[in-house]
């Protein structure tokens, strides 16, 4: 395939990005310094703002190279429901009705196991949570997950270990955790049509192997970490002090909008006509919420919709070189191209190749979805964690650097369990 000259810039662009967002830790100690350009550095220490701010500079060489015409074309045409929705569902997610049910099940499953509460709770949200991304989509389990870890295990300060450790497999089982249906996890969305993939068929082949991977990460997750939730007690949200309980009316009003934005996760106009509502109905009651993440999430959305605009223009070299891969080398190359893209559009342009086989096509999403943990844009989730964790770590930044090491021991148990 013969490649544009915007082309080249967008990939020179999107490397530029993923060398930004490497750097973020440098751009917060110097936010945190203070100074005249204190607002700029914080600006680009906002991870979530990276991919938005060098696609907005595609753009803008688009413009100055091929005029206003192509580049509002090319803009467009690029499909950004995959954003709206996930910022949409990560507002309905955050909301104090639906936290206190997922709580309330959570307590309930924890003391079904034989372990101490501080571990099983640990352990739950770690495991069964991310599992139920499967069912309530993926953006919805990590923003809940994320949610219970902040109240309870992140405000304590120190324990920047245990902090990245839990990250670590939190992103990992969250991108597989989704694989147990054809309609949750985005890359397996992406081509599930195409391939012919039904829930039946995700279970079957790669259900219950990510099931296996995923309980077994929180267990080890929980065993190492064992010694620090013993010594701390379950922390509660600061929000939650002195309140009465949401009533179970509001809880099932908030279920509804939330199971009515899943089912309509395809058709844009429709699930942020929800949202809109749904914000409607949350202030009209505001003493049963909490702040709604609406700054949270449209940062999430900026920078997805970054992602999409700048990722759309790597077809050139991303489909030839899957292409060419046998299945084995595709998995571990699938695996490690995830960590620098997003592994929804990794799918999609391997969803274009022709003449691929069934063995192939295994092996391009089950290499996705295991290097969906490793950076903040391998998975489309990844961003709503970021965002509402990072405020737990030092300078408030997370290193993408400890992330992927952090992720690397998840991500190896879910290649034993793919490649058995």
Request: charged share 10%; glycine share 8%; with cysteine.
């Amino acid at each position: 395939m013969t490649a544009s000259f915007v082309e080249y810039l967008a990939t020179a662009l999107f490397a530029l990005a993923i060398i930004h967002t490497f750097s973020v830790p440098v751009f917060a100690r110097l936010a945190n310094k203070g100074g005249p350009h204190a607002g700029m550095w914080h600006l680009l220490s906002e991870v979530e703002a990276v991919f938005g701010v060098w696609a907005a500079v595609l753009v803008a060489c688009m413009v100055l190279f091929s005029g206003v015409g192509p580049a509002v074309s090319y803009v467009e045409s690029s499909n950004f429901t995959e954003p709206a929705f996930v910022f949409a569902i990560m507002v309905v997610a955050a909301s104090r009705p639906i936290i206190a049910v997922v709580d309330v099940l959570v307590k309930m499953l924890a003391r079904m196991l034989p372990m101490r509460r501080e571990l099983s709770m640990y352990f739950v949200t770690l495991s069964f949570v991310p599992l139920a991304g499967s069912f309530i989509t993926e953006p919805a389990a990590m923003t809940l997950a994320a949610l219970l870890l902040r109240d309870a295990y992140f405000r304590r300060h120190g324990q920047e270990g245990f902090k990245y450790m839990t990250l670590g497999v939190l992103f990992v089982n969250v991108s597989i955790g989704g694989v147990l249906t054809a309609y949750a996890a985005p890359p397996v969305l992406m081509v599930a049509s195409t391939f012919g993939w039904d829930s039946v068929y995700m279970a079957t082949h790669f259900g219950w192997r990510a099931a296996v991977a995923v309980i077994f990460s929180a267990a080890a997750a929980t065993f190492v970490c064992r010694r620090y939730l013993l010594d701390g007690t379950i922390g509660v949200s600061a929000t939650e002090e002195g309140r009465a309980p949401v009533p179970p009316i509001f809880m099932a009003i908030h279920i509804a909008f939330l199971v009515a934005i899943v089912l309509s996760a395809h058709h844009m106009p429709i699930f942020l006509g929800l949202l809109l509502l749904f914000i409607g109905f949350a202030y009209a009651y505001s003493h049963h919420q909490n702040p709604l993440l609406i700054r949270e999430g449209l940062m999430v959305g900026f920078f997805l919709a970054g992602l999409v605009v700048l990722g759309g223009l790597q077809k050139w070299w991303l489909q030839d070189l899957l292409g060419g891969l046998p299945p084995a080398v595709l998995y571990w190359g699938a695996t490690a191209l995830t960590a620098v893209t997003d592994n929804a559009a990794l799918t999609y342009l391997g969803s274009l190749v022709d003449g691929t086989s069934e063995h192939w096509r295994y092996m391009l999403v089950a290499g996705a979805v295991t290097g969906g943990g490793l950076t903040v844009i391998a998975n489309a989730p990844n961003p709503a964690g970021f965002a509402i964790l990072k405020g737990t770590f030092p300078d408030g930044a997370i290193s993408p650097l400890k992330l992927l090491l952090a992720a690397l021991p998840p991500t190896l148990v879910a290649a034993v369990m793919f490649l058995l």
